[in-house]
Every structure is written in structure tokens, then in C-alpha cells.
């Protein structure tokens, strides 16, 4: 059977009775119908029958629309003014229908997340095709075959083919097996479409206490108990991975349906129009937070650009930029207002938005911060404040070398009162802030580098890799089996960039909760971040596992110490010492991180002889990237004689678990006089195949080896164009090696038109996030 009564009581007389009264009884509603505040529902002469809330039709017919999209089902939406909560969906001919009772709208209002659970439910018995136990319901089969018949009635049908179809598509019931499956499917479709799944909870309570537990009807004693139901609920929800903040990209159809009410509703109340945006905003927000965010960031941007109409609003709200691509300005907007909803006093509000800006938009915090710390000191008028400081944010310069020490102090006070928890947490904060600004602010702050010397790390760790090491705590996970940055038993460690994430990460969140494994699978976690981009996330679980003592949660810190990624400066002392913590306890990534900072000079005298015995250490504690970093050792002979053979072979057995190892291995086979050319043919296939699969999932790494492979055409056409888009994509997250190409990019005119100034601009950046070779390139660019 295909129709589906969630399970309690329906009132079958009043339906019958209701129904042959007039086939005014129904209404069908249209997938882009805009409503007024109040919708009425007219009969014969034009007669109200039901007037209901607008706010409540939008939230169930966008129900409807996402949560059909999960199943892809298009059904056509009819309200009846049938007395009782009751809904059923069902098909015809291909055709799918849903009907809702009035008083189920009266009953659920504007909760979207009870109607995501009655249409997951529903949907759930015309998508598991469940089949009937044969009970007729003869008062039921009338209702579908007159709603669809009202609808079909439109379409030029024949209303006798329709009733037959009823009475055998409704001369049936679900067993309980079925409403459990129906239940669980709805849970993992309302998840998918972006609802709260406890929306689902509500909804069983509501019918609790309209109908009991089990219902009035006898044929509902075959289902499982509410109270049942709620339990299995609770137990799918908790088993159901979610995203950490629900919520759901917007359709324009839907941005255009909340946008009209919350416009008729602030004219019904007579709101001024300079009063409107912050009125509207808040009106979005009851209904979708991350609909209300993105009417602010767009407003604001559209703005300022000139073109905001309503087509280009709705477009932004539903298709525009991602939220990291807007710039600091309209996230100042969007948190002033946001903050402003939340009232306080004024030193309240401010704090709020500067938190607000700060976890939003952390790469973009502290440059609006320098920029408007500039606007008070050039005294700048209040009335161009807004666009001096809009464009300033945009501006692509040189944060160190745009600014003097006096703005930086100010701005770097300011980021520190609003990230931290303490007065020496903020003291240690502004002292961080500052020791990436100009010269004068650097010098009395002491040298940014390591406090040993290469030599002395080297020692360190072979004392302390010569004691016995603990072994690891708990049995390996689903979490450590998709995402281990740490070799375990017969899982082999995950490098960052080559992490299925979206396999991994829903494994890892609920690994997290679990006390005994949680640190170490905070650390997985915070990997999968990493690689994706999100920094400030991937810092704030790191942080929380090495309070926790988790193996490789220094490293992941280290990793945006060493090039200042997410709003962290470049500090290589406290890099250092994260990686020395690390290497000591027997981390080979951590070994061979440290051994590329030692080899390349970052933050201490370059010594590649210890990078090497570094390396060779990591190597033989399994590390496939240690045993990629020898084979480039041998590969370029300075440190060891060069050994092509030995090179390979290394590259070889790194390959499978380190897919990063075929670059290498292509560029040996490539300079050898006995070129192999079937097996470089096999590599370069297999280079692209983990570097497209990775890419296409997220992985910032894996999409800056897909670049450099169109960039040399590496088993694929040179497609320079290409290359440079992804290094383009990835540059706004601040990776060093992708400003760096798109410095060389500019400089050579591959793939774009040459540009000094252009290349100046990206390795100014390169050189803010750390990279010496950039500022050698800078030198050698203005030295012409």
C-alpha cells in the first residue's frame, strides 16, 4: 500500500460525509505559489471555507519539495478540509499526490522540521512500495478517489478510472515493519535535505496527545505503539550521522516565498522602510537561519555593487558565492544585525559581532580589522567610512605591507579580546598577531625560529625514540579504518588530502563522542578538515585532542602554524615545538614534516644531512609520505649520490597508500634512459585517478595535484587555463604553494597574460604565509 496515515487516528464518517458534500473539498497548491499572510481556501461563490497561515503553508509545501528531491518523487501538493490530523501520499500513473488535512496545518503551524518528518514518512511507503495486508477502508478510498479526482478533473482525466484506482491502491494497510522502515527512511531523508530529524520526535508526541499512544482505531493496533515509535526514532537519529550546524542550500523559490511574506507581514505591521532590511531578516530567520544569513551577505554585496534587484537577490541567495568568497565587509553586516537580534547593550552587540566576524569569516577578519583601523587613523569621513573600508577588504595587498605598526596594534588588540578566553590567552594572542606585522612591531618580540638548532632536534628525538613507546589506547574504529593519520595494526595511515571524507567524517563525529576513542578520532577528524579547508575547525578539534594527549594532534596544529593558514600566523618556534612533542612520542609524520622545514631552512639553519636521518627515522617507523621525501632525496642526488633505481623503488612502495608518491615516480621514469613507457602510461593514469576522485570530494591537496598535473600534462593534455583556475580556487584558503604557482603563472604568462604586477601580488602572499622562495622571487622581480 502507498498511502500512509502516520500511524493514528482519522476520523472516517466526518471524511466520508465531508467528502460527498462537495468536491469543493480540495485544493491543489502549485510548487511556486507565493502566499499572503493568510490564504484562504474559497468554495462555491466564493465562499472562505479554511483560511490558513501563510508562514505554515510555505514550511509544508518547501517540505514537500525538499524532502521529494531526497526521494525523488514530484508530487503534486492538496490541501482538504477534512476534519482530523491526517495526510497520505500516493501515486498514479507515475504520478505522485500528497493530500494534508486543514486541521493538520492548523495543528503543525510553521514547523519545518514536523512537516519534513510527515512528508519523509509518507514518501517512505510509496518509495519502499509496501505492500497491503489486505483490510479494507472504504471510507479512505473515497477521499483519494475524489482528490484525485479534483486534481486530475484539471488534467481532462475520467473520474471512474481514478475511483477504481483508489480501491485498489487503498484496500490494504502496513504491517509494522513497514511503518519502522518508513520511520528510518524518513529520519535519513530529513537529514539529507537538511532538517532536524527531533522534528520527527515532536510530531509522534503531537499525535500522542491528540489520539494516545496507539490510536482509536482497531486496524492501528497492529502498528507500533507511539511510545515505540519515539524510542526507535530517538535510536535511528542517534545511529544517522548530521551535519554539525543543519541546514540547507535555499531555492529561489523558496527565498521568493519567505521573502513575500516576511514583505506582507512588515507592511501589515507598518514597518518604516529604513526599518525593513533588519525586519525582513529577522522574519527569514524563524523560519531558516542560513536563508536569513544569506539574504544579509547578499544584500549587502549586491549593494555595493550596484546590482541588487530582486532576480539578483534570489540568485544570490540560492546559486551566489560561497560564504568564504564574500569579502569582510558584507560578513560585518550580516553579524551586526544578527548580534543586534540577539540586543544587549552596545558593548554587548559589539562583542557579539566581533565574535561573529571572527568564527564565520576568520580569513578575512583580520584584514577588515586592519582596514577599519586604518579608516580612524586617515580620519576618513563617516559617510565614505563604509566603501573605503569595503574597498580596502577586497584589496589583495600585502597585509604587512599595506599597514604600519600603529594599525596593526590596534587590529591585533582587537582580534585578541575577541578570540580569547583570558588576559594571558589575549597578551599571548596579541604578541602572535604581531610578530607577522611590519619590522618594528616584529622586533621587540624576539626571533620567529625554533630554539634548538638541527642537531639538537635530531638528538632529542633518537633519545627518545630509543625508550620503549606506549602502545595506542582502544581497538581500531570505523573512523580509524577511514581516516587514521596514524598507522594501526593493519590499518595504514590516511594522508591529509587523500581522506574519503564523506565516508569519514560521519564515522568520525560519532567516534568523537565515544570517551574511550574520542581524542584519537578528534584528531582523524580534525585531519578531514584540514584537508577540506576548514581550519579554524580542524584547529579547534586538534586543540581539544592534545589537551587530551591524542598522538598527531600537534602535527595538525603545526601544519597552520607553518603557513599561517585560517587567521593563524606563520610561527615556526611554535611549529617546532608541536612537531618535536609529536616525533618524540614516535610520529612518523611528524618526523618527516620536521624534516622538510629542516632541509628547506624554515626556521632554523637548512641542514638537509639531518633532514635526511630524519626522514630515514620516519621511513622506517612505516610512513609511506617518509618513505616519498627519501625517494626524492635520491632522486635529486645532493644529499646522497643520486640512485634513480633506489628512487623508484621507494616512490613504488609509497604509492599505494601515498598517492602524492606517482608524481615522483613519473618524473624518475621520465628521465630514464630505458623509459618504461607502459608503466609510465599506468602511473600517470593512476596519478589522476586518486587526484581527480580525491579532488572532486574537496580535498584542497588532492586539487593542487590535479593542478600540477594539467599544468605539465602529466598523462592528460597541458591545460595551463585549468591549472590556474584550481590554483586561483586555492589560493583564497591561503595556501603558500598555490600562490607560489600562480606567482610563476603571471610572471610567465602560462595560461593567463603576463603580469609582473600580478605575480608581485601573489608572492607577496606566498611570502605572508611563510615561503623564503617567495620573497626570492619578489627580490628578483623589483631588482629588474
Known sequence: MRTFLLGLAVLFCAITESSAQSNQSYWSIRDDQTFPTRYNLNGPNNSTVVSLPGRSLVALSEAKRRIGEQYRLQPVLVITNQSGIN???????????VAVNADTIQAIGDDADMWAALMGHEFGHVYHRHVANHQARAALIGLAAAVLDAYQETHGR???????????????????????????????FMVQAGYNPEGAIRLQQLLISRYGSSGALAFLESHPSGEERIQNLRDKIAATSQPANIASSTSQVEFRRYSTLCGLEAKEAGVENIKMFTTQYACLKKQNPETAKRFALCVNDLDAKKLLNPDALAHCVAYGAQEQDFSYVPWASYCNVDSRQQGGTE????????????????????????????????????????????????????????????????????????????????????????????????????????????????????????????????????????????????????????????????????????????????????????????????????????????????????????????????????????????????????MTDLASHIRDGRGVEAQPEVGFELVKMAAERGGAQALASLGNYYLAGKVVPQDKNEAM???????????????????????????????????????????????????????????????????VPVDRERAVGIYTELAKYGLPSANMALGFAYLNGAGVLQSKEQATSYFKQAAAHGSKDAEVQIARIQAK
Open 87 to 97: 495526510a497520505f501520499a500516493t501515486e498514479s500513473n507515475g504520478k505522485s499526490i
Open 158 to 188: 475520467h473520474r471512474t478510472e481514478l475511483i477504481n484506482f483508489g480501491a485498489q491502491l487503498l484496500d490494504n494497510t502496513f504491517t509494522r515493519d513497514q511503518e519502522r522502515e518508513a520511520d528510518a527512511s524518513s529520519v535519513e
Open 347 to 590: 558593548a554587548a552587540i559589539t562583542t557579539l559581532q566581533n565574535k561573529c566576524i571572527w568564527s564565520n569569516a576568520p580569513s578575512v577578519a583580520m584584514r577588515g580589522y586592519l582596514c577599519e583601523a586604518e579608516v580612524v587613523q586617515l580620519r576618513v569621513q563617516n559617510e565614505s567610512r563604509a566603501a573605503t573600508v569595503r574597498s580596502c577588504s577586497i584589496e589583495m595587498a600585502d597585509l604587512k605591507a599595506r599597514f604600519d605598526r600603529g594599525i596593526w596594534e590596534v587590529a591585533c588588540k582587537r582580534k585578541a579580546s575577541t578570540t580569547a578566553s583570558g588576559t594571558a590567552e589575549a597578551q599571548s594572542l596579541e604578541r602572535e598577531c604581531l610578530s607577522v606585522g611590519p619590522d618594528k612591531a616584529v622586533s621587540s618580540l624576539g626571533s620567529n625560529k625554533s630554539a634548538l638548532t638541527p642537531q639538537q632536534i635530531l638528538a632529542e628525538i633518537r633519545a627518545a625514540l630509543s625508550k620503549p613507546m606506549p602502545p595506542l589506547a582502544g581497538l581500531p574504529t570505523e573512523c580509524d579504518r577511514l581516516a587514521s593519520v596514524i598507522p594501526m595494526g593493519d590499518i595504514k595511515a590516511h594522508y591529509v588530502g587523500f581522506i574519503d571524507a564523506a565516508a569519514a567524517e560521519p564515522a568520525c563525529v560519532a567516534a568523537a563522542k565515544n570517551p574511550k576513542d574520542g581524542a584519537r578520532a578528534q584528531v582523524n577528524l580534525a585531519a578531514v578538515y584540514l584537508q577540506q579547508g576548514r581550519f579554524a575547525d580542524a584547529a579547534d578539534l586538534a586543540t581539544k585532542a592534545k589537551a587530551k594527549n591524542a598522538l598527531n594532534a600537534g602535527t595538525v596544529l603545526a601544519v597552520l602554524y607553518t603557513s599561517g593558514l585560517g587567521g593563524y600566523p606563520v610561527d615556526y618556534a611554535k611549529s617546532y615545538s608541536l612537531l618535536l612533542q609529536e616525533a618524540k612520542r614516535g610520529s612518523a609524520e611528524a
Open 649 to 715: 623503488r621507494l616512490f613504488r612502495q609509497a604509492a599505494p597508500e601515498f598517492p602524492q608518491a606517482h608524481l615522483g615516480l613519473i618524473s624518475a621514469l621520465r628521465t630514464t634512459p630505458n623509459l618504461d613507457k607502459e608503466e609510465l602510461k599506468q602511473v600517470q593514469a593512476q596519478a589522476f585517478e586518486h587526484a581527480k576522485r580525491y579532488s572532486d570530494l574537496g580535498a584542497l591537496y588532492a586539487k593542487s595535484m590535479l593542478a600540477t598535473i594539467y599544468n605539465n600534462g602529466l598523462g
